[in-house]
């Protein structure tokens, strides 16, 4: 039996538990501007067009409670634009997963989504942990490479639909792709967010220091791989024990099949499959090939048409009917999803808009004045963890740290190349956890898996990490890194 629903329409549970939780922290984010006092530090220009903090320049502007109540929901709105400018990175992305959702619809009613995860279920079958290991460090690699996080959105559909056919479930298909490419991004070793500028405000050389992010980078895979691994070999053995066993019985009866099924369902029209095959292979290699190019700016419109082209021109040639239908049907079943983002958005308008920002970063970079280089080290760390909360997206988190924090933490014997490992291990990790990030959020609502039961999917992992953090900076530190 397969259901007639989309594998990209957002699930309205997982969609009404994760606006409840995102509403309950813009309310404890206006709590926090009652105890809080606003203030200000001076900016100035960079050259990457940007303002960065001037360390020394702190100013206390007013005394905490000043900010209106009615904010809290207002924030929702000036999450578009705010300080005046229209929020570009936001409603790009938003467009993005709007027309990715058209695509991807197409691409499922067609039947050729299910054609070509077939075809490589029928490759793999007898090697699935073998794919585990393949897919994950693909992600990984498109994460720690090129920084590419939001632009994985549209595979998510096609590693959980893989997840399924291999008889596993959505947090799997989530896990090969999801939380490989966030893991990816924080154990970064050429990431343009986070390497990239913040070795630039810390006045390191470009991209170097990358033996000992290498290092990290393999440890981060053996433990995402293990962690991986043995999860599918807990749902080998017993696939009731996934904790969304019942709410993937629909997607689930769509794409779970049997070797020789696969094979009949691997059975299609060659030229969709060839066709999507290819514009595949173009995309891969133009998130590759970006940031040498200086077109990463761009990525989200190249995939997008890319998806554009694959849906329609394969589903022509499939000889599908009711293609345009189909595609606005599929914008309209991921548009109620879309709205998390200025949601999660607005807990860092709040805090922004209040002027509790300025503080909060004046507090971490107070902190760092201990005579232990060991300590103040977890403390840049620790306080990249909490901005993280805020401030997700890792560019403008650097701009705002680590102008500050280099400084401060060169008085005390930390390097400024060990400043910035900290801060890109603190940066990333947390994308996959917090849920302030709307990344996050639309990915889990294109599954069936709720916030709550992705918490307890990843906090064991995540606290691993953490721990490995740890003793990587106190090597960097022991090492004069």
């Given at each position: 039996m397969q259901s007639n629903a989309s594998s990209f329409q957002i699930n309205k549970k997982s969609l009404?538990?994760?606006?409840?939780?995102?509403?309950?922290?813009?309310?404890?984010?206006?709590?926090?501007?009652?105890?809080?006092?606003?203030g200000s530090y001076e900016r100035v220009e960079d050259g990457y067009g940007k303002s960065a903090?001037?360390?020394?320049?702190?100013?206390?502007?007013?005394?905490?409670?000043?900010?209106?109540?009615?904010?809290?929901?207002?924030?929702?709105?000036?999450?578009?634009?705010?300080?005046?400018?229209?929020?570009?990175?936001?409603?790009?992305?938003?467009?993005?997963?709007?027309?990715?959702?058209?695509?991807?619809?197409?691409?499922?009613?067609?039947?050729?989504?299910?054609?070509?995860?077939?075809?490589?279920?029928?490759?793999?079958?007898?090697k699935k942990y073998l794919l585990i290991a393949v897919i994950s460090f693909v992600f990984m690699f498109l994460g720690s490479f090129f920084g590419i996080l939001e632009e994985i959105i549209p595979l998510v559909p096609l590693a959980v639909g893989l997840a399924f056919m291999l008889g596993w479930d959505s947090l799997m298909g989530l896990g090969i792709s999801l939380?490989?490419?966030?893991?990816?991004?924080?154990?970064?070793?050429?990431?343009?967010?986070?390497?990239?500028?913040?070795?630039?405000?810390?006045?390191?050389?470009?991209?170097?220091?990358?033996?000992?992010?290498?290092?990290?980078f393999i440890a981060v895979y053996a433990v995402l791989l293990v962690f991986l691994i043995c999860y599918a070999r807990k749902l080998d053995k017993n696939p009731m024990a996934s904790s969304v066993y019942d709410a993937d019985t629909a997607r689930r009866e769509k794409y779970r099949l049997f070797p020789e099924q696969i094979k009949q369902?691997?059975?299609?029209?060659?030229?969709?499959?060839?066709?999507?095959?290819?514009?595949?292979?173009?995309?891969?290699?133009?998130?590759?090939?970006?940031?040498f190019l200086g077109v990463a700016d761009y990525s989200?419109?190249?995939?997008?048409?890319?998806?554009?082209?694959?849906?329609?021109?394969?589903?022509?040639?499939?000889?599908?009917?009711?293609?345009?239908?189909?595609?606005?049907?599929?914008?309209?079943?991921?548009?109620?999803?879309?709205?998390?983002?200025?949601?999660?958005?607005?807990?860092?308008?709040?805090?922004?808009?209040?002027?509790?920002?300025?503080?909060?970063?004046?507090a971490a970079s107070s902190a760092v004045s201990g005579s232990s280089p060991f300590i103040n080290v977890l403390i840049i760390y620790a306080a990249v963890l909490v901005l993280e909360f805020f401030v997700s997206q890792a560019s403008a988190k650097a701009f705002l740290i680590m102008p500050l924090i280099v400084p401060l933490a060169a008085m005390t014997g930390v390097s400024g190349q060990t400043s910035v490992f900290a801060y890109a291990l603190g940066d990333g990790f947390l994308n996959v956890l917090y849920p302030t990030n709307p990344l996050l959020l639309i990915a889990l609502g294109l599954t069936t898996v709720s916030y709550p039961k992705w918490f307890k999917f990843t906090i064991g992992i995540q606290l691993v990490i953490m721990v490995l953090s740890v003793g990587f900076l106190m090597i960097a530190v022991a090492i004069g890194y």
């Open positions: 009404i538990k994760a606006a409840i939780i995102v509403f309950a922290l813009i309310v404890f984010s206006y709590c926090l501007t009652l105890f809080v006092a606003p903090v001037v360390p020394g320049s702190y100013t206390q502007t007013a005394q905490p409670g000043q900010y209106p109540v009615y904010n809290i929901l207002f924030s929702i709105i000036k999450a578009f634009a705010p300080a005046g400018s229209p929020n570009i990175t936001m409603i790009s992305i938003m467009l993005f997963i709007l027309l990715i959702g058209g695509a991807f619809t197409l691409l499922d009613k067609s039947g050729i989504l299910r054609a070509v995860i077939a075809k490589i279920a029928a490759k793999m079958y007898h939380l490989s490419a966030g893991f990816g991004f924080a154990a970064a070793l050429y990431n343009p967010f986070s390497i990239g500028i913040a070795q630039s405000l810390a006045g390191v050389p470009l991209y170097s220091g990358t033996l000992l992010r290498l290092f990290f369902a691997a059975q299609f029209k060659k030229a969709p499959i060839l066709l999507t095959g290819i514009l595949m292979a173009l995309m891969f290699a133009y998130l590759v090939s970006a940031s989200m419109i190249v995939i997008a048409v890319i998806f554009i082209i694959a849906s329609t021109t394969g589903a022509a040639l499939a000889g599908y009917k009711g293609i345009m239908r189909t595609f606005f049907r599929g914008i309209a079943d991921i548009a109620p999803g879309i709205l998390l983002i200025p949601m999660a958005m607005a807990v860092s308008t709040i805090i922004s808009d209040s002027g509790i920002q300025d503080t909060l970063l004046y």
